[in-house]
C-alpha cells in the first residue's frame, strides 16, 4: 500500500479533536474559497468546488459553514487574496515531503513552514527536489467489513473508470485519473460501499520504507506542519510499517 494511504489511515484512527475541529473548518473554508474564485459558485459546474465541498462533509463541516465560505467567496470576501503555495522537503528517513498551502502572506508561511522543518532537522528543499516523485491521482478509500465482498468494490470501481485497486485487510483503495474521481466514486457508491474519502492527492510513484522510529518523528513533522495554520495538506512518499499503524 502506498505511503499516502496508510498515513490516511493513520489519520482517520487519530480522528480530529475539539481543538483542531475549528481550525480544520478554517482550512476547509479556505479551499471553498479558492475554488469559488477559480471556478464559480455552483458546484455543479465547478468540479473544483464539487471537491472541495465533499471534503468539508467528509470532515462533518455543517452544511451551513460551507454555504457560508461560498456565499462569502461569491461576494469577493474570500479567496480573492488567497495564494496557493507548495514547498518540497525531505523529512526523517530520506522520505519526500510536498507541503501544499494557501496563504495571504507568503512570508508568513515560508517563515513557518521553514522553522517547522528545522525542528525536524531539515529544511525545504530546491523546487522540483521531489515533485517529480508524485502524481496527481484521485483516490477512493473505501472501509470494508464482513458485509462487503473487496471484489464487488473492485469491478464496480473499474467499471466507473478506475485505473487500479488495492485490496488490503479493512480497506480498498481506488486510484483514478482525477477527471475520473467522480464517476469511479459514484460506481462505488452505486454499489453499497460506505466512501470512507474520495479526493485528488499527489500521490507517491514510489515509496521509501522507514522503520518505526524513523515513521514516528515522520509523523511528527507531518502534524506539526498540518497544525500551521497556512498549510492545508501534506503528501509524503514514505512507506511506513504497520507497526506505526498501531502505536500511532
Same mark, same amino acid.
Given at each position: ?128 527536489? =521531489?515533485?517529480?516523485?508524485?502524481? %496527481?491521482? /484521485? ?5 470494508? $467489513?464482513?458485509?462487503? @465482498?473487496? !471484489? *464487488? ?54 515509496? =521509501?520504507?522507514?522503520?518505526?522510529? %524513523?515513521? /514516528? ?5 507531518? $502534524?506539526?506542519?498540518? @497544525?500551521? !495554520? *497556512? ?18
Amino acid at each position: 500500500m502506498a505511503g499516502h494511504s496508510k498515513w490516511a489511515q493513520i489519520k482517520r484512527k487519530k480522528g480530529v479533536t475539539d481543538a483542531k475541529r475549528g481550525q480544520l473548518f478554517t482550512k476547509l473554508g479556505r479551499e471553498i474559497a479558492v475554488a469559488v474564485r477559480s471556478g464559480g459558485p455552483k458546484p455543479e459546474e465547478n468540479s473544483a468546488l464539487r471537491l472541495a465541498v465533499e471534503r468539508a462533509r467528509a470532515s462533518n463541516m455543517p452544511n451551513a459553514n460551507i454555504q457560508r465560505a461560498i456565499d462569502r467567496a461569491s461576494g469577493g470576501a474570500d479567496g480573492s487574496q488567497l495564494e496557493e503555495i507548495r514547498y518540497e522537503a525531505y523529512g526523517p528517513g530520506g522520505a519526500a515531503l510536498l507541503i501544499d498551502s494557501l496563504t495571504d502572506n507568503r512570508n508568513r508561511t515560508v517563515s513557518e513552514v521553514r522553522a517547522a522543518l528545522t525542528r525536524a532537522g531539515t529544511s525545504i528543499a530546491e523546487s522540483g527536489a =521531489v515533485a517529480w516523485l508524485f502524481e %496527481q491521482k /484521485g483516490v477512493i478509500a473505501v472501509d470494508v $467489513d464482513e458485509q462487503l @465482498d473487496p !471484489d *464487488d468494490i473492485m469491478l464496480a470501481a473499474i467499471d466507473g473508470g478506475a485505473e487500479d485497486v488495492d485490496v488490503e485487510e479493512g480497506l480498498v483503495e481506488v486510484i483514478t485519473a482525477p477527471a475520473d474521481l467522480e464517476s469511479a466514486r459514484s460506481a462505488v457508491e452505486e454499489a453499497g460501499a460506505p466512501i470512507a474519502s474520495a479526493e485528488v492527492v499527489m500521490r507517491a510513484t514510489n515509496t =521509501v520504507p522507514v522503520d518505526t522510529d %524513523q515513521a /514516528g518523528k515522520l509523523m511528527r513533522l507531518i $502534524d506539526s506542519l498540518e @497544525d500551521l !495554520d *497556512d498549510v492545508q495538506r501534506v503528501f509524503t512518499n514514505a512507506d511506513f510499517p504497520d507497526a506505526a499503524l498501531v502505536e500511532a
